[in-house]
């Protein structure tokens, strides 16, 4: 079975902190891999996706990168502001699952002012 | 454009209830899929469309159906609700050039 793991589940961090959440995979035949946000009650915003040929991806702030061999992914938030607290989810899609999301269960952070 | 909609928010049943989630998109994508999440559990799949007429089981299926009779709109069935379906529900949906997975904002679900 395809697995998907997030590490650490929470984090809680002081404001201005640069940093890491970590996303592991167990099958390395991804197709893609995409990071999203949830704020509490609210639905999955797309941060970030990750083609299977590329090493990371930039967005503001925010930058993710990709090791298919090692079957890691990474989310770095830069200077960290309380608007980032929020709930960050790691989902790939494996080719062989038509091309449909396999979540990990997401760690939540919280940026203290 | 709305994006991906869905109705209702809220939802309270009782068991042997049956009802239907409403998901529309209004971006022509050909994929569209519902999760359900659950603490503990994370997201997970129930069912996924690749195209109008076209559907297939996810990772958690049994006790849900659904249809794609238009490329908008990919409703999910509850036949007989039972209190292990409570839940959140979120529907999504993707173009066929693009891989960006698009989410509504969820039905919370309560099965007494």
């Known amino acids: 079975k395809q697995e998907v793991t997030q590490i650490p589940a929470a984090l809680s961090v002081p404001e201005g902190e640069n940093l890491v959440l970590n996303c592991s995979f167990t099958?390395?035949?991804?197709?893609?891999l995409q990071w999203f946000r949830q704020d509490p009650g609210k639905g999955l915003t797309s941060l970030l996706l990750i083609q299977s040929s590329q090493r990371e991806q930039t967005s503001g702030r925010l930058n993710a990168s990709l090791d298919k061999s090692s079957g890691r992914s990474t989310l770095y938030i830069a200077a960290s502001q309380p608007g980032d607290s929020a709930t960050y989810l790691c989902?790939?899609?494996?080719?062989?699952?038509?091309?449909?999301?396999?979540f990990g269960g997401g760690t939540r952070l919280m940026v203290k002012p | 454009n709305a994006g991906v909609t869905q109705t209702p928010k809220f939802q309270v049943l009782k068991t042997g209830q049956s009802m239907t989630l409403q998901c529309a998109q209004d971006?022509?994508?050909?994929?569209m899929s519902w999760y359900r999440q659950d603490p503990g559990m994370g997201l997970r799949l129930i069912h996924y469309s690749v195209g109008a007429g076209i559907t297939d089981q996810g990772e958690v299926p049994n006790g849900y159906n659904v249809s794609r009779s238009t490329t908008e709109d990919f409703p999910l069935r509850l036949l007989s609700a039972a209190p292990s379906q409570t839940s959140v529900y979120f529907c999504?949906?993707?173009?066929?050039?693009?891989?960006?997975?698009?989410f509504g904002p969820g039905t919370r679900l309560l099965v007494l």
């Open positions: 999504a949906s993707r173009g066929s050039g693009g891989q960006t997975q698009y």
């Open positions: 971006m022509n994508h050909e994929y």
């Open positions: 989902a790939v899609t494996y080719t062989s699952a038509g091309n449909m999301l396999t």
């Open positions: 099958d390395s035949a991804i197709y893609n």
